[in-house]
C-alpha cells in the first residue's frame, strides 16, 4: 500500500493506494466519529462493492444506511442531490454521521457535495472505484454538481477526512472507462512532470492491460502530483488552474454534445489535443512534441479528434467556464511536455484557427 | 459608525454599524475584485432600499445585477435558491462578481448559501436590514435554506467580506418585527453578559421606540458578543452552541406551527422561556430570573407563551434539531442571567414537564 498525504492545514487527510482495501476497515474506522455512516453509490458498483464495504464495518458494529442514486453525469443535478440529502434526513443522519462516496467521479462529486451542505458539512471519505476518480476526482475537494448551461457550476471546496483507492476496483472498469482514466493521468505529466510522462510512454501497454503494480505506481505519481499543486493553491486562485489542460475545450465537448455523450476524460485528451494545437501556433510547442502527446492519447485508446461544434458555438460554450475572468478565456496551454502555463492573452483568431480547422483534424 | 471585527484569520470581516450607510460607496469598493455585483433582494426591501444602493454603486462604475426573490421564510427553498443561481449564470456572473445580500435573515441565508455554491463559493456582502439579520444572521457565516423536515438543515458556513448595518433601515420595520430582532439581542445577554442584560431592562422603551442611538449601541454590543464566540469557535463545535438558547425549542415551534407562521426571534423568545423554566425546574435557575426575563421579552412585545403542540410532537421536531448526538437532544440552558450552558444530560421527565405544562403558561 502507498501512502500520499495531502497537506492542507487543519484540512489535511491521506489517499491510501493500494490491492484489497475496501475490506480494510482498520483503515476507516480511526476517521469515524459515530458508529454510524452513509454510503451514496451508483447501481453498479454497489452491487459489485458495496456488500464488502458493508459487511467489513458492519463487523465492527457499525450500521451503513446505502443510498443509490442512478449512475451517470446526467443525473449530476439538483434533484439527485436532493435524493441524497433526503435520504439522510429521512434515516436521521447527524452532524457527525460521516458520508462515503463509494464510485467513480460523478458519486464522488455529488456525495461531496452533499456532505458539503447538509447540515453545514458533515465528515466525508471517499472510495473512488474507476482510474479518474482516484487520479483526479478524490483529490482536492472540488465537489459539485452540473447546471444546462454548464458542468459544476454549482458547488463547494470541501475535502474528505481520508481517500481510499483500492485499484482491485480497476479490473471491473470497462475499458473505455480506464482510457478515460489515463487521460487525467498523462495531464499530470504533461503540465508538471516530464519524466513522468516519459515513464507513461514506456509502460502505456502495461496500463491499457491492467497491471496492477504498473497501475497504483500512475496512481501514487498523479495523486503526488495533485496534492502537490492543491497544497500549494487549494482554492484555485493560481498554479491549480494548471490542473485545467484541456478541460476547458473538454468542457465544451461535454456540454455541446449533451454531458454523457463522451466520457470526461475523451473530452478532456480531445480537449488536451487543441490546447497542444494553439501552444504550437503560437509558437511555444513544437510540431515533434504535439504528434509525441497524440500518439500517447492514441496508444491509451483515447480520442485525438474534438468534435467538430463549430467556432462560434466552442466559442460560447468556453465562455461560460468558471475560469472566465472579465469575460475573457483563461487557457492551459503547453510551453513544452512537462511544463504547462497559463494565459488569458491567447489571441481570439489563434484560437478560433484552431477550433476552426477541426474537420480536417478528424 | 461603530466598527466591530469578526477574527477568524484569513477569513476576518468587519462589520459597519451606522446611520446612511447604504449610500456610502466607499465602505463598500474598496471589498470588490470587480466592477460588477449582483445583489440578491425581496420586492419589499427592494422597493425601498435597492435604488438608493443601486445608485450610490452604478455613480461608481459598478454594474448591478438585481436579483429580486419573493419575501418570507416559507421561500427560503430549493426552488428560490435555483432562481438565484440561474440568475447569476443568465447574467455570466463570475468567481469574482460579489453577490450583496440586502434584506433580513431570509434574504441573507439564501444569498449567503448562493454564494457559497455558486462557482464553488463567490465574495459575498451582506447589508442587513431587519433588526434580527444585523445582530445575528449576518455575523458568523451560517448560510442555508429549509427542508420539510427542518429548519436550515442544506446549507454552508461561508463568511462574508464585509457586513454593513445601516440602522436608518430598521425606521421601516414592522413592529413585530422589530421585536423579533430583539428577542436575540436579549439572547446576548442571557448567555454572556450580564451588565448588558441589565442595560437592556433599562432601555428597552428607548429601543421598541427606535431611538437611533440606543439602537446602535445595542446592535453594536451583540455584534460583539457574537464575533467573540464566533472567533472562539467557528464551526459550533463548543461554545458557538450557546447562541442557540431557545432555539431547538424554538425551531419546533416554527416548524409545528408550519415556517413564517411565527416569526424567528418570536419562536426565539417563547423557546428561551422554555430554556428558562425548564433551568428552574432541574434547579438551575430562581423563579425570580425566570419571571425577570419573561417581564423583559414582554416589555420588548414578544410572546412569552410556547404554543401547545403536545409533549411528542415536541419531542419529535426537536429530535430532528442539528445538535442532535447520538440521538440525544442537546440543550442551552441557563445557570443565571448572563450565563449559558450546554448539556445533553437533561432528565427526559424534566423536558416533557416542562412541555406538557403549556396550556397553563399560557
Known sequence: MFTVRVELGERSYPIHIGSGLLRQHELILPHLQQQKVAVV????????YLEELSN??????????????????????????????DRLLAHRCERKTALIALGGGVIGDLAGFAAAIYLRGVPFIQIPTT???????????????????????IGAFYQPRLVLADTDTLNTLPDRELAAGLAEVIKYGLIRDRAFFEWLE??????????ATTLAQAVRRSCEIKAEIVAEDERESGVRALLNLGHTFGHAIEAGLGFGTWLHGEAVAAGTMLAARLSRDIGRLS???VERIADLFRRAKLPVAAPDLGVARYVELMGLDKKVEQGRIRLVLLESIGRGFVTADCPPQRLEHVLGGLSQHA
Chains 1, 2 share one sequence.
Do not use: C, F
Not at 453509490?41 to 459489485?48: D, R
Not at 482510474?131 to 457550476?153: E, F, W, Y
Open 41 to 48: 453509490t451508483n447501481p453498479v458498483v454497489g452491487e459489485l
Open 56 to 85: 467489513a464495518l458492519a463487523a465492527q458494529g457499525v450500521t451503513v444506511v446505502p443510498i443509490v442514486v442512478p449512475d451517470g453525469e446526467s443525473y449530476k443535478t439538483w434533484e439527485t442531490l436532493n435524493t441524497i440529502t
Open 131 to 153: 482510474l479518474l476518480a482516484q487520479v483526479d476526482s478524490s483529490v482536492g475537494g472540488k465537489t459539485g454538481i452540473n447546471h444546462p448551461l454548464g458542468k459544476n457550476m
Open 202 to 211: 514506456q509502460e502505456i501497454d502495461r496500463l491499457t492491460a491492467r497491471d
Open 287 to 289: 510540431q515533434a512534441d
